[in-house]
């Protein structure tokens, strides 16, 4: 969780280093919602890629089908935590 975490900070800290101006009629901390919220969402990812892949032992092509189906609900995770952290600033 730690590793989905710390890969969606990232990711939101380089989104978030390209505003330069960012519009008066946002609240003060306007950042601090992204910076808050799309982290929970990569480690709540993460855990379902965990529970996918690590929770019981696959062989085969079953194996293979756990990690894409893992990293495919990372990436949800990921989107909705962005689209969630970002409602209101950036994302209108």
Not at 12 to 34: E, T, Y
Not at 36 to 43: C, F, Q, T
Not at 55 to 65: E, I, N
């Amino acid at each position: 969780m730690l590793l989905g975490s710390g890969i969606a900070l990232l990711l939101i800290l380089l989104f978030l280093a390209g505003v330069k101006d960012p519009d008066p009629s946002w609240p003060r901390l306007w950042w601090m919602r992204p910076l808050l919220i799309v982290p929970i969402a990569g480690a709540m990812g993460s855990a379902c890629f965990y529970y996918l892949h690590d929770h019981r032992p696959l062989q085969g092509t079953k194996k293979y089908g756990a990690v894409i189906l893992g990293l495919i609900l990372y990436l949800v995770a990921l989107w909705m935590g962005a689209v969630a952290g970002l409602d209101g600033t950036l994302w209108d």
